[in-house]
């Protein structure tokens, strides 16, 4: 059974940064496809940023160079490092699990997702 739990939101000021983690079981994480997704209120769900099985990453254009998506296959779990957060980051941070990834990298077919974790802020 996949389970991906996610942890590390919260509120901070414009400028500051978080550090967002997934623990990842129940599937071989080494062979998946993972990526953060974020939703704001009244908005889409969006990928921020992707990582595929064999470590090519990408990023979404409004947070390229501020953050840093790292897969660590060992402890199965996924980071996102978020530095120079902006209001505009607020949202819920979903991670994201697929085995194919049929629909691209920053796409929205995963099949696995976790419960999500909210991050703030604030001017």
């Known amino acids: 059974q996949v389970k991906l739990v996610e942890s590390g939101g919260g509120s901070v000021q414009v400028g500051g940064s978080l550090r967002l983690s997934c623990t990842a079981s129940g599937f071989n994480f080494n062979n998946y496809y993972m990526a953060w997704f974020r939703q704001a209120p009244g908005k889409e769900r969006e990928a921020v940023a992707g990582?595929?099985?064999?470590?090519?990453?990408m990023y979404h254009a409004s947070v390229k160079g501020r953050f840093t998506i790292s897969k660590d296959n060992a402890n199965t779990c996924l980071n996102l490092q978020m530095n120079d957060l902006k209001p505009e980051d607020t949202a819920v941070y979903y991670c994201?699990?697929?085995?194919?990834?049929?629909?691209?990298?920053?796409?929205?077919?995963?099949?696995?997702w976790g419960q999500g974790t909210q991050v703030t802020v604030s001017p």
């Open positions: 990582v595929a099985r064999d470590g090519f990453i």
């Open positions: 994201a699990a697929d085995e194919r990834a049929l629909k691209g990298l920053l796409g929205r077919g995963y099949e696995h």
